[in-house]
């Protein structure tokens, strides 16, 4: 199974980025799809999740109304998009895929290798 996250850049506040995360070596459409981020110095964290199907999102309350998550399981990936960027959304993102769970790091048995997101002030 790979996980492979991709979008990550420098932005002002204020501003957008959009992740995508391409998954190969599993039934995608089996698994719950997550969005983590971790920041220096401090522990990984809830970001979004996204059901099976795509029909229920879920988001930690310091993004919400700010991040949309969205998946296409035709092909295989899952994105997040990010507005209204603040610098304390700096921080390492990594997708996760499980079969069960939501916003627990444990819940999701793979991976991605992250991709960092910095926003300057």
């Known amino acids: 199974v790979q996980l492979q996250a991709s979008g990550g850049g420098l932005m002002q506040a204020g501003g957008s980025l959009r992740l995508s995360c391409a998954a190969s070596?599993?039934?995608?459409?089996?698994?719950?799809m997550g969005w983590f981020r971790q920041a220096p110095g401090k522990e990984r964290e809830f970001v979004s999740a996204?059901?099976?199907?795509?029909?229920?999102?879920s988001y930690a309350d310091s993004v919400k109304g700010r991040f949309t998550i969205s998946r296409d399981n035709a092909k295989n990936t899952v994105s997040l998009q990010m507005n209204s960027l603040k610098p304390e959304d700096t921080a390492v993102y990594y997708c996760?895929?499980?079969?069960?769970?939501?916003?627990?790091?444990?819940?999701?048995?793979?991976w991605g290798q992250g991709t960092l997101v910095t926003v300057s002030a």
């Open positions: 996760a895929a499980g079969r069960a769970g939501w916003s627990q790091s444990t819940e999701y048995a793979y």
């Open positions: 070596g599993l039934t995608f459409s089996a698994y719950i």
């Open positions: 996204i059901s099976w199907g795509g029909a229920t999102t």
